[in-house]
């Protein structure tokens, strides 16, 4: 971030105050804690009531060698994350606008992951975590590497959801259509909020669009559930990645990827009469998601 002092000061638009206060502002984001505090202090001296003084004056108590010392237990963790979103970084955005307080916060985000390296995952309490920490940092990397080390992650809804959005910004959509087909099994509510959410790659948000709007099933967030199988009808370009998501929960919408993997490999090898039984098998499994293949063949 930069600062700009104008060239020539005006009166009207520009004072002393605002050049100290553009002092403040500059080296707290470069922190360097003792101009900081020098030019905090002297706003401090020319205009006590200035709108953003105690903002300033909270960014500069931050400005301290970082702590290492590890998290013992979840509480100090908690501790110590609602002291950074409710005091620090409302101040932080006070100074520097949203964006910018996002990257300035994103060091006091991974040093709190950092210490929380020996407290294990808790559902109940699952921002006390190193892995949503990386997150808001967005070291999403490292974020997944904290994920992975969860036990049976893949079975958790929050877990596997952190996962999908992970891998997500860390890989690209490509890279990432077995966790999103575990995601649907398992949350498709989850599924949909990630989707509505901004990410890296609108493709996933534009899918999910057309799926709700041409699949015929509940009209609710659980017809979700059969949006991998539905891809590899839509789009069977994405056959290879669809093809590597793990075995989940063997549920209905699961075994129809399966089945329609067996289909698509079924044409290609002219199979006749297995693909007829196939797809009586698909029918039984859904009937919206039969309609949708039959329309494609």
């Known amino acids: 971030m930069t600062f700009e002092r104008p060239a020539q000061l005006d009166i009207f638009e520009h004072s002393h105050d605002v050049a100290l206060r553009n002092d403040a502002l500059a080296a707290i984001d470069r922190r360097d804690a003792a101009a900081a505090a020098d030019a905090a202090d002297r706003l401090a001296a020319e205009s006590p009531d200035d709108a953003l003084l105690p903002a300033l004056r909270e960014l500069v108590a931050t400005l301290v060698p970082p702590c290492t010392a590890l998290f013992l237990d979840h509480d100090a963790l908690a501790a110590a994350r609602r002291e950074l979103d409710e005091r620090i970084a409302p101040a932080a955005q006070r100074a520097f606008g949203t964006k910018d307080a996002q990257a300035w916060l994103a060091p006091h985000w991974i040093e709190l992951a950092q210490r929380a390296e020996l407290l294990k995952f808790r559902p109940d309490r699952p921002q006390d975590h190193a892995a ?11 974020a997944a590497s904290a994920i992975a080390s969860i036990e049976n992650w893949r079975r958790q809804t929050q877990t596997l959801a952190w996962m999908a959005e992970a891998k997500l910004h860390a890989h690209g959509l490509g890279a990432c259509w077995p966790v999103v087909a575990e995601l649907a099994w398992l949350a498709p509510s989850a599924l ?106």
Request: aromatic content about 8%; some cysteine; overall charge neutral.
């Open 192 to 297: 949909a909020d990630l989707a509505r959410r901004a990410v890296p790659d609108p493709l996933l948000c534009q899918l999910v669009r057309r799926f709700a709007a041409v699949f015929d099933g509940a009209g609710d967030e659980s017809d979700l559930a059969w949006f991998p199988a539905w891809l590899l009808i839509d789009r069977p370009d994405l056959e290879a990645g669809l093809a590597h998501a793990p075995a989940a929960q063997n549920s209905a919408p699961e075994r129809a990827l399966r089945l329609l993997l067996e289909l698509l490999g079924l044409e290609r090898r002219g199979e006749h009469q297995a693909l007829v039984e196939r797809r009586e098998a698909l029918r039984s499994l859904s009937a919206p998601l039969y309609s949708a293949y039959l329309a494609t063949r």
């Open 132 to 142: 949503p920490l990386f997150m808001r940092a967005h070291q999403w990397k490292a």
